[in-house]
């Protein structure tokens, strides 16, 4: 697994979905955003289990629109869809996702495609699209890149 710097990352890397490093905060994390004018969204899966749990979480700490459909499908138009951010570019923080990728790993391999597709998409658009996911990194993903502190 290769590594890059958040700073770094944030100055323009391709869009992509990325393992964040545990000496990573999200403090350091909303600062450099803030710093550099993205959007930055964080959502804590905690204790999330099931796919209907998920996709609660998602929706609300996303801000999704009030007429997303709760289903992948929707998930990748809105993440896709995001007009609030085309001029800034976004970071999503998806923390807490472990328990779900345990109790449901077909479900967690949709919902990383669902990133991964959507990061394809951010790739041709000219704001730049960053998830970053905080946790263990042989259930997240191995084969993605590491965000590190420097």
């Given amino acids: 697994m ?23 905060t999200r403090q350091q994390v909303s600062t450099l955003c803030r710093a550099r004018g993205f959007y930055f969204l964080v959502a804590d899966c905690t204790g999330v289990a099931t796919k209907e749990a998920l996709l609660h979480v998602l929706a609300r700490d996303l801000q999704l629109p009030t007429h997303f459909g709760h289903n992948w499908d929707a998930l990748a138009d809105c993440l896709m ?14 923390s807490g996702l472990d328990a779900f990728a345990r109790a449901a790993p077909s479900e967690w391999a949709t919902l990383r495609d ?3 597709d959507a990061a394809v ?23 993605l890149a590491r965000v590190t502190a420097m």
Wanted: glycine share 6%; charged share 20%; net charge negative.
């Fill in 2 to 24: 290769s590594a890059i710097s958040l700073a770094r990352l944030l100055d323009r890397a391709p869009a992509g979905v990325f393992m964040l490093a545990p000496d990573v």
């Fill in 121 to 143: 998409y951010w790739a041709e658009e000219p704001a730049p699209f960053y998830v970053l996911l905080a946790g263990d990194p042989a259930l997240l993903g191995s084969d």
């Fill in 114 to 116: 669902i990133l991964l």
């Fill in 81 to 94: 869809d995001m007009d609030r951010v085309k001029n800034s570019g976004v970071v999503i923080l998806l």
